[in-house]
């Protein structure tokens, strides 16, 4: 493995009496984008800011490409770049006038800053939007203009702090899609979210966090593995027969299995807990289930359909946690 | 939390296969102290140009202080509203001032609000660069009520005695002051957790510094305990200074203590804003 891009080591931080990050620790490889999930309140916030030498540790210590955030800050502020979860736009200025402002911080002459300021709202398809205060903007436009922003610099390491929350599907994806733009590029990326599906789609490692500590860590594979093998979805042609279906299946398959809402559906759950990597388990689960199909063709049960998936990030938080995701509604 | 659409049909689709282009991997060297501050004043400037609302405070307000004072109280303190004013203009002049120095403290704080200090936080430039900023955006501001108050005067009928270099000079001093009072603005500003408290507290502060000072009256008609406490308030420095500077007078005396003063707040409060700034 090449160069950790972060490695923390019980990270600390209290605000009074209240332990927000209570010794976490990560270690993110270069190049990837590495998911911090975790539901409101968990201390995703509050370890980016961190990590981004925005707030002081009170305890343990966390190290960007080698530096250390607190003894070295100023090397590391040359290295990374924060998308924070409340947009840090200029409301009162323009689209340019942001980027502009932030070129020639980051040491670009007038004219170099207006030419990029440019070339960024062009590629991030805010040209039309330039030269409007940002105030006016909508959320999905001030979330693009706050990561073209955060790239003005060319960071090697990016920290998206909740970029999704509160966005509409469409400019979610577009989000997405410029996330897995700026990897292209090698930068390093740090998503905070509290969307299982956004850590799934993006992120090559999650860590799970929870009330300030990690609960669990891996590549998406192994996160799933770790807590069963899966899930296998059958829907019969006839509901009266699901006493019957839903007893065969878990003497087959060895799992609970659960009725669903609807009367001809069943869910079983594959009490598989092996650490495996995907692939064993998956094969693992494939063969069972074609033995409970043909418990059921054998008694006479006829199958419309059915669909077997690895779990979703969901359950496993389900699982790691007992008790559900509290993700934050969008209204 | 809430969803905004972005349906607007302006906006275009991001061009993603284009970024490569946008990732020139060179980074500028960093920007000099001078030039981040400076930055950040352009971005105060263009904070006017787009809220230019917010000079009405500086230029109403001290237009009608000095016209309330002038004619309510003239002719009772000096005889006639023509002669108060000659007295009375170098004082309203810093008072207003002072007063618009509060705002200083309100842009802090907001922009702390909004989230914008985040992103600046994180930048490798000279730290105490957005703060400087505020403070040069802040000496346009002032510049510009003085020359608001200082015509209105001359309209009114105000004749100082040391002419233009006078009353340059006199500004000048009331803006270099301006700038150490600051400090203690951007502190609050830092320190305290919402925009009315900032205001809240820097009126408890300016409101009675302000009048008890030599700005409205000569102290010399107090009563004796409070001609004391009024000569050691720094705004009756400023004050006897600008006024002196005015009438073509050496306020030798005054000016030493200004300046030591003005050091002072720099020094102290200068250092709590770049301790809490650092902190946050
Ligand atoms: N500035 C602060 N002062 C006091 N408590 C805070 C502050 N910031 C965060 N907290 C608390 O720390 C905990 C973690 O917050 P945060 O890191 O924002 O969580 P997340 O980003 O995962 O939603 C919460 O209990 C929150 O109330
Ligand atoms: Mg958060």
Known sequence: ?331 | MTTQSTTSPELSAPRTDELAKVFITERPPRPSAWSASATFGWRALLKIKHVPEQLFDVTLFPIMMTLMFTYLFGGALAGSPTDYLQFFLPGILVVSIVMITMYTGLSVNTDIEKGVFDRFRTLPIWRPAPMVGYLLGDGFRYAIASTVIIVMGLILGFRPAGGVTGVLAGVAVLLAFCFALSWVWTMFGLLLRSDKSVMGVSMMVVMPLSFLSSAYVDPATMPNWLEALVAVNPITFAVDSVRGLMSGEWPGTDLLWLSILSVALVAIFGTATMRLYNRK
């Open chain 1, 1 to 331: 493995m090449t160069e950790a891009a972060i490695e923390v080591r019980g990270l600390v931080k209290r605000f009074g009496e209240n332990v927000a990050v209570d010794g976490i620790d990560l270690t993110v490889p270069a190049g990837t984008v590495y998911g911090v999930l975790g539901p409101n309140g968990a201390g995703k916030t509050t370890t980016v800011k961190m990590l981004a030498t925005l707030l002081k540790p009170d305890g343990g210590e966390a190290r960007v490409f080698g530096r250390d955030v607190v003894r070295e800050a100023d090397d590391v502020r040359g290295l990374v770049s924060m998308t924070g979860q409340y947009a840090s736009v200029d409301e009162d200025l323009t689209g340019t006038e942001n980027l502009v402002l932030l070129a020639r911080l980051l040491g670009y002459s007038k004219k170099a800053a207006a030419a990029r300021s440019e070339l960024f709202l062009e590629t991030l398809g805010l040209t039309a939007a330039a030269d409007r205060q940002v105030k006016n903007y909508s959320g999905g436009m001030r979330r693009r203009l706050d990561i073209a922003a955060s790239l003005l610099s060319v960071p090697k390491l990016l920290f998206l702090d909740e970029p999704t929350t509160g966005l509409d599907p469409r400019s979610r994806n577009q989000v997405w899609e410029i996330v897995r733009a700026i990897v292209d590029q090698g930068t390093t990326v740090l998503l905070t979210t509290q969307y299982l599906d956004e850590a799934d789609q993006l992120a090559s490692r999650i860590a799970v966090i929870d009330e300030g500590r990690v609960i669990a860590e891996g590549t998406k594979g192994e996160l799933k593995a770790s807590i069963g093998g899966g899930s296998v979805h059958v829907r019969l042609r006839d509901s009266s027969r699901r006493e019957e279906a839903a007893t065969l299946l878990a003497e087959t398959l060895g799992a609970d299995v659960q009725r669903d809402a609807d009367p001809v559906a069943l869910t079983a759950r594959l009490r598989e807990t092996r650490t495996a990597g995907d692939d064993a388990v998956t094969e693992l689960a494939a063969h069972q289930t074609g033995v409970a199909l043909g418990e059921l063709a054998r008694a006479g049960i006829i199958v419309d359909s059915f669909s077997m998936g690895q779990p979703s990030l969901d359950e496993v938080f389900l699982a790691l946690t007992n008790r559900p995701a509290v993700s934050e509604e969008v209204a």
